[in-house]
């Protein structure tokens, strides 16, 4: 075993990791680690765009975006997250610019901006140009820039090194973080990771669900690891379901696709948002759009031979305006579906795409140890992360600006706290329990595959836990997530080696997924309302009397939560500023 000091250790090198690392980085002594080489996150993936208040192309401001917010997210966003965020959003895009980001400009050589669901003028009287970006790759656009300023400032990169624990060292009858264990993919060892400071920024868990806009890698083992020691998770239930994936597939064809102009249509070639969002239409918020089109579906209005799909039709725009701002994600649609978006509507349905919930934070990013106190030297920010800036939906283009603002304020707070704080000592059985995981994956005879456990998980979340949820479908969950984490204890693995043992950590990831899928499932079943991307069948409308409140889950082996074994359900309060909770109406 090695065992490496820094002051600032930081897991994750998307988005969120890279700018809490050029903080980090210029003040103190700081190490990434990450389990993919950084430029290949997820965040790279992102098509759209960040949001914030310019005004470079029409009136807008800070205030109209954080209320945009906060009812975008129906009103479970803790309130000064979002200021902060709306505020800082103008710096955060214009730091990028001075790093090199090429931003789409407008003729007057200006930060183009453009149109997303949920973005208005005014308090909801009309769209609003608020995004920037760099065609439909801003994401990547974002990695890259990063990346070299991380080089620029010498943060050094442990590449593909997984994070399996976090270890916590007693200080006065109080358990403290003092470094991370890590995996190396190459050679198979498990290095520690002694830090004064550690900041998760490891990511989402799409992977939990199989139609998914999500990469292979996103199963969510920070908010795993969290949860395993101790910590609780805010707000599981909630998973935003992204309307447009190619039909089939869940592949993201961007939202900047209808902010362009690009309309829904059902199989009467009705543009049937106009019903369900009569002033903003098509560009209502997600979880309203997602539905809706899988009503449509329900009722029969549905495309295809299944009449399974609903269509995204582009054909009323010019095609050099499509190649301009749409590049990338009609050319998905060419390539994975065969259609031709310059003439032919693509079929889109809904795909499971954020998690609004997380490890729970203050706006410092700091992370809470439960319902009212945070750990000092421990901060998480983004998909993580639950700050709780999206509430119970995220916006479009908020998630690449939540990244950059709460990224750049973890970076800074760890690298403070750790001018000051002692390194703690690590405990001599720091590694015990990752070694004990291995050695049970490595060593089962058992008849069970990875592979097959995982596809059955994430089928049953498809089937019970999307867009639609009843209290009858999410105990099916449960039943099937509790039979499949009986058989995770017999499986077996084919590689025994120890380099690039993909196998093995596939295994591990699996176990992330299970538990994660729990809690989801568990809260979800907890929150007798609808609200956001969690819609209860059974319990239609939202009930801000008895839930305007964020879950808080933790693992606990004495806890009955109903019937469910093994889970603990707290509350915590929405912090509010200025915003009463409204009919929420587009
Ligand atoms: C297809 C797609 C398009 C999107 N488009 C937009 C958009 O236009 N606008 C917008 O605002 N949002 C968009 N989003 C959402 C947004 O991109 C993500 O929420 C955001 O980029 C997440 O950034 P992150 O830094 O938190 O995590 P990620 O970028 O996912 O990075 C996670 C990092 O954690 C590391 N990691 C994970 N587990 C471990 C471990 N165990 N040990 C070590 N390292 C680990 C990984 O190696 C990786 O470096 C999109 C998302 C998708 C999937």
Same mark, same amino acid.
């Given at each position: ?7 600032? $250790? ?42 914030? +208040? ?108 997984? *994070?399996?624990?976090?270890?916590? #060292? ?21 290095? $520690? ?45 909630? *998973? ?23 309309? !829904? ?64 994600? #009609? ?34 990013? @700091? ?37 950059? $603002? ?8 760890? +690298? ?5 704080? @002692?390194? !703690? ?21 058992? @008849?069970?595959?990875?592979? *097959? ?23 099916? +969950? ?37 538990? !994660? ?35 808080? +889950?933790?693992?606990?082996? @004495? ?14 309060? *929405? ?12």
């Amino acid at each position: 075993m090695q065992v490496h000091k820094y002051d600032v $250790v930081i897991v994750g090198a998307g988005g969120a990791g890279m700018r809490a690392a050029i903080e980090a980085g210029q003040r103190s002594r700081t190490a990434v680690l990450t389990k993919i080489y950084p430029t290949r996150s997820h965040t790279g993936a992102a098509q759209g765009g960040m949001c914030a +208040a310019l005004a470079n192309v029409e009136e807008d401001n800070w205030e109209w975006h954080t209320f945009d917010t906060i009812k975008g997210g129906d009103y479970l966003v803790d309130q000064d997250a979002a200021e902060v965020m709306a505020k800082e959003a103008i710096d955060a895009v214009l730091d990028l610019e001075k790093m090199g980001l090429p931003f789409n400009r407008t003729p007057e050589g200006r930060i183009d901006q453009r149109r997303f669901g949920g973005h208005t003028r005014d308090h909801g009287k009309s769209p609003v140009r608020r995004a920037c970006y760099a065609a439909d790759r801003t994401g990547h656009m974002i990695l890259q820039t990063l990346y070299q300023n991380c080089v620029k400032h010498n943060v050094e990169f442990y590449n593909e090194y997984y *994070v399996l624990d976090l270890i916590m #060292t007693e200080v006065d009858g109080v358990r403290r973080p003092s470094g991370v264990v890590s995996y190396d993919l190459a050679s198979g060892e498990i290095h $520690v990771f002694q830090a004064k400071s550690i900041v998760f920024a490891s990511g989402g868990c799409g992977k939990i669900f199989k139609t998914t806009s999500n990469a292979h890698t996103l199963t969510g083992d920070g908010m795993a690891i969290a949860l395993r020691s101790g910590l609780p998770l805010e707000d599981m239930e909630f *998973v935003q379901f992204h309307p447009t994936g190619l039909a089939g597939l869940g592949i993201l064809v961007s939202e900047a696709a209808r902010g362009e102009g690009g309309i !829904l249509r059902n199989s009467e070639g009705e543009r049937f948002m106009e019903r369900y969002a009569p002033t903003i239409k098509d560009l209502a918020p997600r979880d309203i759009v997602a539905r809706s089109m899988a009503n449509e579906v329900r009722e029969g209005r549905g495309c295809g031979p299944n009449k399974d799909y609903v269509l995204l039709d582009l054909t009323h725009l010019e095609p050099a305006h499509i190649d301009a701002k749409l590049p990338d994600i #009609t050319e998905f649609a060419r390539t994975y579906l065969g259609v031709e978006p310059y003439t032919e509507p693509v079929p889109v349905f809904p795909t499971a795409h954020y998690a609004m919930g997380g490890i729970p934070t203050n706006i410092e990013a @700091e992370v809470f140890r439960n319902s009212e106190e945070t750990i000092p030297g421990l901060y998480a920010a983004g998909e993580v992360a639950c700050v709780s800036v999206h509430g119970s939906n995220r916006l479009g283009t908020n998630s690449l600006l939540d990244i950059n $603002v709460f990224g750049r304020r973890a970076g800074i707070q760890a +690298a403070q706290y750790a001018a000051t704080a @002692e390194f !703690l000592p690590i405990p001599d059985d720091a590694t015990e329990r990752t070694e004990a995981l291995l050695e049970l994956m490595r060593s089962g005879h058992g @008849e069970e595959k990875v592979g *097959v456990l995982r596809k059955e998980l994430q089928d049953v979340m498809d089937a019970d836990m999307q867009v639609f949820r009843t209290a009858k479908t999410i105990h099916s +969950a449960l039943d099937k997530i509790a039979e499949l984490e009986d058989r995770y204890t017999r499986i077996a693995i084919q590689d025994q080696g120890k380099r690039f043992n993909l196998d093995l950590l596939e295994a591990v990831e699996l176990g992330f997924l299970l538990e !994660l899928a729990k809690v989801m499932a568990v809260a979800a079943l907890h929150r007798e309302e609808s609200r956001g991307g969690h819609f209860r069948e059974d319990f239609p409308d939202r009930d801000d009397e008895n839930f305007m409140k964020h879950s808080m +889950a933790y693992l606990d082996p @004495e806890a009955e939560t109903d019937s469910v074994a093994g889970i603990r359900l707290e509350t915590k309060p *929405v912090i509010f500023t200025r915003y009463e909770p409204m009919e929420r109406k587009y």
